[in-house]
């Protein structure tokens, strides 16, 4: 079962990654953000169930809550962009720079 | 204590007549000595630190006050040491430890002895009369009060100088008189002809200062003390070379000092300082520095036979280099400071014939300290009369204008031409007579020959200012000084005049036997009746032949062009400026520009090199830095990916 749940993950985490770097949209990008989050959390609920003690689940849960905290302000900031600039593409705001 | 001493065979020649300084502590009046200095060293602080307007009024006072004090304190102290046994005449008062830094200790520390006792009379009497003749002198400058803090302060250190019982101790007074000498010299810096004088007086003597300062390294080093007491002890443990070293070392930087030839150039410069300073500073003291450090140093130069034979040299080339120089000088004071040089030749030749040549030395010291002052402040007075003028063709006929300045510059040139019975006949006539006897012909006749050349251009001098048409410039109007400046004038005269009193009954001899030590009789070839006959010829041959050019002619009012290569080279200092700057200051001038070149190129080239490519390199480098995030995103994820590599191939490997 291990190595089906581990493919699932990297599968998962492929997708995200991706979606990362080939959408423009903010809030797309944020959504494969989480996905490599939760493919990430796979990963370590299987291996935990693999050893058969909690490490695993306990970095689950911490990632969890890192995510939550990170949708908060990340939406946040991403409503404030569109706000301003009528547009939610990362590529637009690129003011930051040489 | 030392280690060089083990690898050089030690001395033997020669000891047996070298004293060892043993000093007794001083008592009663003599442990007054550091008041000797200190008056004129507060003279000068309160002068100085005070300021010009607030010490105007009585500044010259204070500073007067305080040398002649010091010169009463010389002379009971002179008389308590006369009160002496001849074995305890050397004194020395152990003020504080100086300099402590591990196995290094200097003593702040007097010695006074035979030799300090003359000096200290000189310095506090004759720099007395000077200060009370810079009264009327400097009257009307406005900064005379400065004037009397910087003579106060030369005094003091001149004091040092002749009283420390070490080298550093003398390297301090050195130095002292050296920034005075400085200071004095560009007294009046707003004209740039005495700025520059003073800047070349103090590099010139930066040069011998350097034999000075490595002198006394190599003594301690050596011997493992500065002190004189602790230094004459251990001569004799000391290699022929380490000797030898020192006593050229001391030699340089008695060249410095006393204006002799090759660090001859700065003093003819010199005279554009006041008057007074010229006499004090630049005839009667600082000069003969040199001659006291290498009488001082007796204990160094008796063992070493290279050095005295190069004081005999230096001397008897500088003798003959001033004088030459005098001949051709029309500015007095040049002419007088060329004989300032002359003269200090002759002390030096004495000096470097050893033990029977100090006492002269010494002698002729004092008798040019007398007579040298007394010409400069006399042609100071004939500067007052003429309106600063000093150009001597435009002088002529001031014997009854002036009468008392002529009368005692009078008394002066006849002592310094060596007139039978005045000062300078008796001291030059020792110093030529142990030449002959001491060093051989060359320096003999090089003596004789420059009391020749001594009476040709101080008869010229003479005839050119006193005697003759008058070449006056419109609207002078001569009139003799204020008895402010003839009284010093009249004393240092009669001075010039009674010098000779020294040599009675051979006491300055046997008063200075317990610095240099015992003088046995020296032979000579003829009778030394012969020779002053002799020199006395030659002396009257000079003034004959000055008498028929000079006199007899009439005086050009400008200087005539068409002239000997000899008077060429002569008014051109016989171009010792020239040669300094061809062979020392043209070369360092390239050399400091091929530096300033390789700095400018190749040091500044590397540093700003290596700065400008990392601000290329950055420059290029800023660009990754593109604002889109999505690049950010690629480049973490690349990273990752690195590392993961990284750890994989390292895992499996």
Known sequence: MTTEFLALSAILFTIGCVGVLTRRNAIVVFMCVELMLNACNLAFVTFARQHGNLDGQVAAFFVMVVAAAEVVVGLAIIMTIFRTRRSASVDDASLLKY | ???????????????????????????????????????????????????????????????????????????????????????ERTVTQHLWTWVEAGSFTADAGLLYDPLSALFLLLITGVGGLIHVYSIGYMEHDERRPRFFGYLNLFVASML??????????????????????????????????????????FVVNRVGDIGMALGTMLAFATFGTTAFVGISAATEQAGQGTMTALGLLFLLAACGKSAQVPLQSWLLDAMEGPTPVSALIHAATMVTAGVYLVVRSNFIYEYTEVAQTAVVIVGAVTLLWGAVIGCAKDDIKKALAGSTMSQIGYMMLAAGLGVYGYAFAIFHLLTHGFFKANMFLGAGSVMHAMDDDVDMRRYGALQKAVPVTFLTFAMGYLAIIGFPGFSGFWS???????????????????????????????????????????????????????????????????????????????????????????????ELAVSPLVITLVITATVAVGVAIAWFTVGKADIPRTAPANVSFVTRAARADLYGDALNESLLMRPGDRFVGDLVTFDDRGVDGFVSGTGSAFAGMS???????????????????????????????????
Request: aromatic share 10%; charged share 10%.
């Open chain 2, 1 to 87: 204590m030392t280690t060089t001493a083990a690898f050089l065979p030690a001395l033997a020649e020669g000891s047996g007549t070298v004293p060892v300084i043993h000093p007794t502590e001083a008592d009663g009046v003599l442990s007054l000595l550091w008041l000797v200095i200190a008056l004129p060293a507060l003279g000068a602080a309160v002068i100085l630190l005070a300021g010009n307007a607030r010490t105007k009024p009585w500044a010259h006072l204070l500073g007067t006050g305080t040398v002649l004090g010091s010169f009463v304190l010389s002379l009971l102290a002179f008389f308590a040491l006369m009160g002496r046994d001849e074995a």
């Open chain 2, 160 to 201: 040092v100088l002749v009283l420390a019982d070490n080298y550093l101790g003398v390297f301090l007074g050195w130095e002292g008189v050296g920034l005075a000498s400085y200071l004095l010299i560009g007294f009046w810096q707003h004209k740039p002809s005495a700025a520059v004088a003073a800047k070349k007086a």
């Open chain 2, 428 to 522: 030059k006539d020792k110093i030529i007579e142990t030449a002959f006897a001491e060093s051989g012909l060359i320096a003999g006749l090089a003596a004789l020959l420059g009391a020749g050349v001594t009476a040709f251009y101080m008869t010229r001098v003479m005839l050119m200012t006193f005697f003759g048409k008058k070449r006056w410039e419109k609207g002078v109007h001569p009139h003799e000084s204020p008895s402010v400046m003839t009284v010093p004038l009249m004393v240092l005269a009669a001075l010039s005049v009674l010098g000779g009193l020294f040599l009675l009954g051979d006491w300055i001899t046997d008063w200075l036997t317990p610095v240099v030590g015992e003088t046995g009789h020296h």
């Open chain 2, 619 to 653: 420059g290029r480098f800023r660009r990754i830095q593109t604002g889109y995030v999505r690049s950010y995103a690629l480049s973490v994820l690349l990273g990752a990916a690195l590392v993961l590599g990284a750890l994989l191939v390292v895992n499996l490997a």
